[in-house]
Nanobody, 125 residues
């Protein structure tokens, strides 16, 4: 059974940093691309970042490129999202997800088949 558990969310002031983690279990983590999504209050969920199986290829939404970094440790079955220079508009629930098809740079939700429960990030001005 696939399990994805996010952690590391919290409250931070604008300009601050947070590092999210997603611990994966129940499947061969190193063989799947992974991604981060977020859902701001009252808005639809949106893709944030995506990473290839070995970590060599990464993709980012325009809104976070240059501030967020996605990475993974396949030995620890863990996905990360380093978020720097946070802005109030980054406030959202953040989810990690397993990418099972369409391995390009898009963030179509139907291409992700397993999701974590989410972790809340709140950025104050």
């Amino acid at each position: 059974q696939v399990h994805l558990v996010e952690s590391g969310g919290g409250s931070v002031q604008a300009g601050g940093s947070l590092r999210l983690s997603c611990e994966a279990s129940g499947f061969p983590f190193s063989t799947y691309r992974m991604g981060w999504f977020r859902q701001p209050p009252g808005k639809e969920r949106e893709g944030v970042a995506k990473i290839s199986t070995g970590g060599a290829s990464t993709y980012y939404a325009d809104s976070v490129r240059g501030r967020f970094t996605i990475s993974r440790n396949n030995g620890k079955n863990t996905l990360y999202l380093q978020m720097n220079n946070l802005k109030p508009e980054d406030t959202a629930t953040y989810y990690c997800a397993r990418n099972f098809r369409n391995l390009g740079p898009s963030f179509r939700e139907p291409d992700f088949d397993s999701w974590g429960q989410g972790t809340q990030v709140t950025v104050s001005s």
